[in-house]
């Protein structure tokens, strides 16, 4: 297929859309979502998804990707969900996506957006960074080794891992964010990356608080994400539970969203690094109070061949963070 048309998804396209994905991926795609027609229409005209598609001459669905909330007012979207038909690569029809789903994301004056690319292979990393994006972590063994691309190499043995990246669109607020000695000066080292200011503090008062978050699993992913919105001083025991309860379940991977904002963040660290949590990615401007730093848990099994990254900045960030999940394991044992 040579002609194709870019533009915006409706809740029309929505059953299109399930059968594009289950030719690429089977019934393996780890999002759900896009198996259900009636939840990605609802996505849609409810402004939670902003999806691009891409259409041949004959009408058919060909590729898709999306700009994606966590939750209503959310400010920075995830870059996602990019499908491309197997029998039309080769076209270069991700580029042309990335490219309008970046001019939806100006036309719709977004400071940035983060995305999270797979690491099996480095196409979609170079888009992301052809849109300008910057590594700023990376999930390490996040997603089971139970869903396969259509027509591209796929990790079968081990968790896919992947990079995180921050594309900037406009000039984010300075900001004073709180992190423990060992991590600011490589948040200093991307901040500046990414030519936003932060004024970093490694020391601040402590708030008599109690925790505040809330949680979701996947459980054919074996993932739990748990975000918190206040860190109270009982936020090592809280964790602590939480996690115990989650792993009778099954649940083998945690993402962890602290909130950089809060300087009870600086003392938590500590204790979440002796449960086993390291760093993964920090994501500017995440939520509506400012920057996040998600923390990661796992000790699934991870190649580190196996991680390829398109540039040598993101082969450093890897390197880092496998070198920050073997010193937490290390130190807690």
């Known amino acids: 297929m040579s002609e194709f048309t870019v533009r915006l998804m409706t809740a029309d396209d929505a059953e299109q859309l399930v059968g594009l994905v289950r030719k690429c991926y089977g019934e393996g795609y780890p999002n759900k979502i896009l198996y259900r027609p009636e939840e990605i229409a609802a996505a849609l005209e409810n402004g939670l998804m902003h999806s691009i598609v891409s259409e041949g001459a004959d009408g058919r669905l060909i590729g898709h990707c999306a700009l994606t909330f966590s939750e209503q007012g959310a400010p920075i979207p995830e870059a996602g969900k990019m499908v491309v038909d197997p029998d039309?690569?080769?076209?270069?029809?991700?580029?042309?996506?990335?490219?309008?789903?970046?001019?939806?994301?100006?036309?719709?004056n977004l400071l940035g957006y983060w995305s999270e690319c797979v690491t099996n292979h480095p196409f979609s990393q170079h888009e992301i960074i052809d849109s300008g994006g910057v590594e700023t972590g990376a999930f390490i063994a996040k997603d089971a080794p139970t869903w396969h691309m259509a027509g591209v190499n796929n990790v079968?043995?081990?968790?896919?891992?992947?990079?995180?990246?921050?594309?900037?669109?406009?000039?984010?607020?300075?900001?004073?964010?709180?992190l423990p000695d060992r991590y600011a000066e490589f948040a200093g080292s991307l901040a500046q990356g990414l030519g936003v200011e932060r004024d970093i503090v490694q020391q601040g008062?402590?708030?008599?608080?109690r925790t505040v978050l809330n949680y979701s699993t996947n459980p054919g992913n074996q993932f739990a994400q748990i975000v918190v919105s206040v860190v109270g001083t009982d936020m090592g025991p809280t964790i602590a539970k939480l996690?115990?309860?989650?792993e009778t379940d099954g649940i083998q991977v945690f993402h962890l969203d602290m909130p950089?904002?809060?300087?009870?963040?600086?003392r938590a660290i500590p204790e979440l690094e002796r449960q086993e949590f390291f760093w993964a990615a920090w994501m500017p401007e995440f939520s509506r109070a400012g920057?996040?730093?998600?923390?990661?848990?796992?000790?699934?099994?991870?190649?580190?061949?196996?991680?390829?990254c398109a540039r040598e900045n993101g082969e450093q960030i890897k390197q880092h963070v496998l070198a920050e999940r073997a010193r937490v394991m290390k130190e807690s044992n």
């Open 156 to 178: 079968t043995d081990v968790r896919l891992s992947l990079m995180t990246y921050y594309i900037p669109l406009r000039t984010a607020p300075v900001r004073t964010i709180y």
């Open 243 to 246: 996690v115990d309860r989650l």
């Open 88 to 108: 039309c690569r080769g076209q270069h029809l991700s580029n042309r996506l990335a490219e309008h789903r970046k001019a939806v994301a100006i036309e719709n």
């Open 260 to 266: 950089l904002g809060d300087p009870n963040t600086l």
């Open 205 to 209: 008062p402590e708030a008599e608080t």
């Open 291 to 308: 920057d996040v730093l998600r923390l990661q848990k796992t000790d699934a099994a991870v190649n580190p061949q196996e991680i390829v």
